[in-house]
């Protein structure tokens, strides 16, 4: 049950992760992109800290270096993501930032069939950027390979953090820190505006569907399932941004992204029905941090 619930947690964190993206596009306006992220994730701090009740004392040096090296990813993460965005259509944003978890699951593949489902991936990344990228800002497309980068440390810190701490303890502690590093420059970029009931309320709603949720369901699915598994199927992002952006922001879909987006999917279910559950199986049991059960997040 917990192999099989892996991939169901992976799905469950894109399609919250890409909608709250899109949610927090309506924002810039008000807040800012720093204003949004500060927000976010300060509403998305407190309400893990609430739930999880995480212990501070205890930890060692390797710790506590892992939640901050943690931190930074996310602080980073957020903020180029967000810069992309408000310059480049979501589905782009997400098809050039989706590169980074490629890049580590060609990486870290260690069978022909894994780079097989990576390269499949990969080539509808490649022929949903092709919907113009000459066309595009510059910086947001810089922005969003930024994001790229960070994104692939995202992924091992996220392991790692899972490993050295209970439950979403140490989830909660990196998204504490995250915050604290944010709070300055969204303060100083959208003011009093944080306060607003209206951006206050809409924040809150970004702050579930693209913190609290998907990065819970992340760090319980690499507690499941092997690294490659789950950053290929990460790469079905740019599908859901896409739909993301097409519902909610009015940004149409090409053909040509359809039929990328039809190789993305693919792609994902290969690396599903491909994963070995005995392989699954004898890499969580080697992990050092007990696997909790479901109802335990």
């Excluded at 701090?45 to 390797?62: E, K």
């Excluded at 180029?80 to 589905?91: E, K, N």
């Excluded at 113009?132 to 692939?152: K, N, P, S, T, Y």
């Excluded at 810190?157 to 303890?169: C, E, P, Q, W, Y």
Aim: aromatic share 6%.
């Amino acid at each position: 049950m917990r192999t099989r619930s892996g991939p169901a947690l992976v799905l469950a964190s894109v399609v919250s992760l890409q909608f709250g993206g899109a949610v927090a596009a309506r924002l810039f306006p008000a807040a800012g992109v720093h204003g949004v992220v500060a927000l976010r994730l300060t509403i998305a701090a407190l309400i893990l800290l609430a739930v999880c009740r995480p212990r501070v004392r205890g930890y060692d040096s390797g710790d506590w270096l892992s939640i901050g090296a943690f931190g930074v990813a996310l602080a980073g993460l957020n903020t180029l993501f967000y810069h992309a965005i408000d310059r480049i259509p979501m589905g782009t944003a997400v098809t050039l930032e989706v590169l980074g978890p490629l890049t580590l699951s060609v990486i870290t593949a260690r069978s022909r069939q894994g780079w097989l489902w990576a390269g499949l991936a990969l080539a509808g990344v490649a022929l949903l950027g092709r919907s113009g990228l000459g066309r595009l800002d510059v910086a947001g497309v810089v922005f969003a390979l930024g994001a790229a980068v960070m994104w692939a440390a995202y992924i091992v810190l996220s392991a790692r953090v899972g490993h050295r701490f209970h439950k979403a303890d140490g989830l909660a502690l990196a998204v504490a820190a995250t915050a604290v590093i944010m709070l300055p420059s969204g303060i100083a970029e959208a003011g009093t505006t944080l306060l607003d009931p209206r951006v206050v309320a809409i924040g809150a709603v970004v702050a579930v569907l693209a913190s609290v949720l998907p990065y819970t369901c992340e760090m319980l699915a690499l507690r499941r399932m092997p690294t490659t598994t789950f950053a290929v199927l990460m790469s079905l992002g740019p599908a859901v941004a896409a739909l993301a952006g097409f519902l909610l922001l009015g940004q149409d879909l090409a053909v040509l992204e359809c039929l990328a987006i039809a190789l993305v999917v693919a792609a994902g279910m290969g690396a599903v029905r491909g994963a070995s559950p005995a392989r699954t199986r004898s890499r969580t049991a080697a992990r050092r941090t007990p696997v909790p059960a479901a109802q335990d997040a």
